[in-house]
């Protein structure tokens, strides 16, 4: 049996912070102690001067994505190499199939996409994109494969989204089944006919995304779900959180006893929207959903963050080039990739350029340096928030999201002397363009493991490709 010692480092839990020795005999966590003794033929890491992380979870990731027209640009080869360079072992990813697709087919098609792939561990978010008494009949066979989440999309009209009388009918098979419904939250109306006003009035660039889904529209999509949500006692969690008006929403509704979780990604804590309004369309790059906000947000985001009112911090990872793919939204008629507007000489707009920033990579760094170094969370509240709080809430702990005997050797050995910057020309993600360019970072993994196997050893993947596996889970949430 393999065996890994990890000696002399400052183990890092949600709960504490402590010297000790970790002891990895196969794919779990043996022993956790001071002064272990080293067992014949162990690999012996020295992790004097370093934090040990249990293994990150990003609980908000797209990989394979059919999207606005076009195709996320990350394979599970590349976002899970990426991942594990930036400290996240286990993705749960959204898997979002049409309205009319078969979502029996659509979640087989998802894990296909992974499976001898992955060198990570992985899971899935099951989109609801229509319910009707076939849809919720392949449902239940989903949650026995072994997903306790679906996704619920109150945006893209005509698309992902459902209606009220979907959302009612999914929260309550939800709730039977004891499964938590993650939410994006909008209000698909609204920003509809927002967008047709913008785009009327010529208001075509990038620029103009944020305004055409203020944060009164998120904050009423949360509002809606709530109501929703209390009125079937289903358990909801709300992804990518931008605003203050939203956090207040979903934390009024706790306040009644409503079962709700709150995450927010890590665009939204280190960028603002100026980036969105960069000139010569250069601001695609930085265009999601809901759109980064107002640096004045951000506060109010690391305090949530820091009190507990916001309870994880994901990335929405949605990879998209530049050059050939955000440029489908170009206003330009001669630069628009959209063959139908070009030829008809018009110019395209916002509305069309693909929505996603891609982040797996760098979530758990800029957490450590503008969280962490700047005195906004300590390292406990980072675990909290970008491993152990995920693993509570979709039914992954203690197996994963813990240093404890008998939980999986996911371990993140950080250096906190490190000193860089993120670019493009080093990152692992398949993009042409990285939407944290030049951003200097304190502090890196300078080792990380899965379930035993070291994956890195100072930012280079070193690990085995296609060895994640799928992690079932059973629901919790009844």
């Known amino acids: 049996m393999k065996r890994l010692l990890i000696k002399n480092g400052t183990v890092v839990t949600a709960e504490r912070e402590f010297n000790a020795d970790v002891l990895c005999e196969g794919e779990t966590i043996a022993a956790v102690g001071e002064k272990l003794d080293t067992p014949e033929g162990a690999e012996v890491i020295d992790a004097t001067g370093k934090y040990v992380f249990p293994g990150f ?76 008494a076939e849809a919720a009949e392949k449902l239940k066979q989903i949650v026995e494969a072994g997903v306790a989440s679906f996704k619920v999309f109150l945006a893209y009209k005509g698309a992902f989204g459902i209606n009220d009388e979907e959302l009612y009918e999914t929260l309550k098979l939800a709730k039977e089944l004891g499964v938590i419904v993650t939410a994006h939250c909008e209000n698909a109306e609204l920003v509809a006919k927002l967008q ?66 709150i995450e927010t990604v890590i665009p939204y804590l280190v960028l603002d929207k100026s980036y969105a309004e960069r000139p010569d369309f250069e601001g695609a790059k930085w265009v999601m959903s ?36 955000k440029h489908m939204g170009h206003p330009d008629p001669a630069k628009a990739l959209n063959a139908d507007f070009s ?30 170094k700047a005195g906004k969370i300590d390292l406990r509240t980072l675990v909290k928030v970008a491993s152990t709080q995920a693993a509570k809430i ?45 951003v200097q970072i304190e502090g890196r993994p300078s080792v990380v493991t899965v379930r035993g196997e070291v994956a890195v050893r100072d930012g280079e993947f070193v690990g085995t490709m296609g060895r994640g596996q799928f992690l079932a889970r059973r629901p919790t949430h009844f």
């Open 57 to 132: 979870i990003d609980p908000h990731v797209h990989i394979y994505l059919p999207f606005m027209g076009t195709y996320a640009k990350d394979t599970y080869a590349t976002a899970s190499r990426a991942a594990l360079v930036g400290g996240t072992t286990t993705l749960i990813e959204m898997c979002c199939p049409g309205c009319d697709d078969d979502p029996l087919e659509a979640f087989e098609l998802w894990k296909s996409k992974a499976e001898g792939i992955s060198a990570c561990d992985y899971t899935f978010h099951m989109g609801v994109t229509r319910f009707d």
């Open 196 to 261: 047709a006003q913008l785009v009327s009035e010529g208001k075509t660039g990038p620029e103009w995304h944020e305004p055409s889904r203020p944060v009164r529209v998120e904050a009423e999509g949360c509002h809606h779900l709530m109501t929703f949500a209390e009125q079937t006692g289903a358990h909801v969690y709300v992804v990518h959180t931008s605003c203050k008006d939203a956090v207040d929403v979903i934390a009024d509704a706790k306040g009644r006893g409503v079962q709700a979780w």
């Open 343 to 372: 030829l008809r000489g018009e110019g395209a707009n916002f509305t069309l350029i693909p929505n996603g920033i891609p982040s797996v990579e760098e979530r758990v760094n800029l957490l450590y340096t503008y969280g962490v």
């Open 290 to 325: 809901p759109p980064i906000r107002d640096k004045a947000h951000q506060p109010v985001l690391w305090q949530g963050l820091a009190e507990g009112t916001i309870d994880t911090v994901g990335t929405d990872h949605a990879p998209f080039d530049f050059k050939t793919q």
């Open 394 to 438: 979709f039914g992954l702990y203690p197996r994963k999201g813990e240093i404890a005997p008998g939980s999986d050797a996911d371990l993140v050995i950080y250096d906190p002397d490190y000193r860089g910057k993120i670019s493009v020309e080093t990152q692992q993600m398949d993009t042409d363009y990285s939407g944290f360019e030049g």
